[in-house]
């Protein structure tokens, strides 16, 4: 039990940042019904995006001030990337049956991967990513470390401004409407197609901040990262109900809490020695998902985002 309050920040820690991501796959999927499996790419080249500005930077330059240059540099990168995908992979199968968006979403993942692979100097290798000067801090008895303190301040930020961004502008009833019903929103004069780019954009841009907060808790980046990172965001969004905005958020922290929880006390059970320890956090991951998903299929909270208008 001494060792509860670290399990927990180490949870939320890890669920701040499934949760992040998750955000781009709900969004997406409830306004068009389509499952972004190259969303976790997204996230990957928005770490990429960051480095690199970090790396332009002159020698000496302050980490707490190039933070917040490296977040836009990664989210012109995730933004760029996921807009860019949307008009020219995704668009054009709008109207096309669910399995080819889908299948199009798994080469896109396969074929982002290998430009990275093949073009980003070095990236056959992981790449050593900038951390923060100074020892861990004590937060109400868990020891955190400084650059996790990122993902802990800018998860909340970021689900308090895209609420308000859904319920009190313009755009986000757009979006609500459209994710509603598409076709009345067009004929009330919304511009489906700039709100469609638009859950693609914030979805991004969420990615590429999620992909700061892994580098300065890692060390590093990789043209790997993405899809395991991606894969249990997916999950997240699932666990806490596709197409829900603060479900994929709940998700996120459920499934990083269950996995930490999971990694520090399963191997302590009697008989349960071989089942502990990191290397079997990811089943006890997809084990939480599909108890969930058995006892309640529509997920945590089970409402899109549009039925809230």
Same mark, same amino acid.
């Given at each position: 039990?001494?060792?509860?309050?670290?399990?927990?920040?180490?949870?939320?820690?890890?669920?701040?940042?499934?949760?992040?991501?998750?955000? %781009?796959?709900?969004?997406?999927?409830?306004?068009?019904?389509?499952?972004?499996?190259?969303?976790?790419?997204?996230?990957? =080249?928005?770490?990429?995006?960051?480095?690199?500005?970090?790396?332009?930077?002159?020698?000496?330059?302050?980490? %707490?001030?190039?933070?917040?240059?490296?977040? #836009?540099?990664?989210?012109?990168?995730?933004?760029?990337?996921?807009?860019?995908?949307?008009?020219?992979?995704?668009?054009?199968?709008?109207?096309?049956?669910?399995?080819?968006?889908?299948?199009?979403?798994?080469?896109?993942?396969?074929?982002?991967?290998?430009?990275?692979?093949?073009?980003?100097?070095?990236?056959? !290798? *992981?790449?050593?990513?900038?951390?923060?000067?100074?020892?861990?801090?004590?937060?109400?008895?868990?020891?955190?470390?400084?650059?996790?303190?990122?993902?802990?301040?800018?998860?909340?930020?970021?689900?308090?401004?895209? %609420?308000?961004?859904?319920? !009190?502008?313009?755009?986000?009833?757009?979006?609500? $409407?459209? $994710?509603?019903?598409?076709?009345?929103?067009?004929?009330?004069?919304?511009?489906?197609?700039?709100?469609?780019?638009?859950?693609?954009?914030?979805?991004?841009?969420? $990615?590429?901040?999620?992909?700061?907060?892994?580098?300065? !808790?890692?060390?590093?980046?990789?043209?790997?990262?993405?899809?395991?990172? %991606?894969l249990k965001a997916f999950t997240a969004a699932v666990l806490g109900g596709i197409g829900n905005i603060y479900g994929a958020m709940l998700g996120g922290i459920v499934?990083? =809490?269950?996995?930490?929880? $999971?990694?520090?006390?399963?191997? *302590?059970?009697?008989?349960?020695? #071989?089942?502990?320890?990191?290397?079997?956090?990811?089943?006890?991951?997809?084990?939480?998902?599909?108890?969930?998903?058995?006892?309640?299929?529509?997920?945590?909270?089970?409402?899109?985002?549009?039925?809230?208008?």
């Amino acid at each position: 039990m001494n060792e509860l309050p670290q399990q927990l920040a180490n949870g939320l820690i890890l669920g701040a940042m499934y949760g992040l991501i998750a955000i %781009g796959y709900t969004m997406v999927y409830g306004i068009v019904q389509l499952i972004n499996f190259a969303h976790g790419e997204i996230f990957m =080249v928005g770490g990429f995006g960051a480095l690199t500005v970090y790396l332009w930077m002159p020698d000496g330059f302050a980490l %707490g001030a190039a933070v917040p240059l490296m977040i #836009l540099g990664g989210i012109v990168v995730s933004v760029a990337v996921a807009t860019a995908a949307e008009r020219f992979a995704y668009r054009p199968l709008r109207g096309a049956p669910r399995l080819a968006p889908l299948i199009t979403a798994i080469g896109l993942s396969i074929v982002l991967q290998q430009i990275v692979w093949m073009w980003y100097p070095d990236a056959k !290798k *992981d790449h050593p990513f900038p951390q923060f000067e100074g020892g861990p801090i004590d937060v109400f008895g868990a020891s955190v470390q400084r650059g996790d303190l990122f993902v802990l301040i800018a998860a909340p930020l970021c689900m308090f401004a895209l %609420g308000l961004f859904v319920t !009190k502008t313009r755009s986000g009833r757009g979006m609500q $409407a459209t $994710a509603q019903d598409p076709d009345t929103a067009k004929l009330m004069g919304v511009n489906t197609d700039r709100i469609i780019v638009m859950a693609f954009a914030i979805g991004a841009a969420f $990615a590429a901040i999620a992909a700061v907060a892994y580098g300065l !808790k890692n060390g590093q980046v990789g043209f790997r990262m993405g899809f395991l990172m %991606g894969l249990k965001a997916f999950t997240a969004a699932v666990l806490g109900g596709i197409g829900n905005i603060y479900g994929a958020m709940l998700g996120g922290i459920v499934l990083g =809490v269950a996995e930490s929880l $999971a990694t520090g006390y399963i191997g *302590d059970i009697p008989g349960m020695d #071989l089942f502990g320890g990191g290397a079997w956090k990811d089943v006890w991951a997809f084990t939480l998902l599909i108890l969930v998903l058995l006892f309640r299929p529509q997920g945590l909270l089970g409402e899109r985002v549009a039925d809230r208008a």
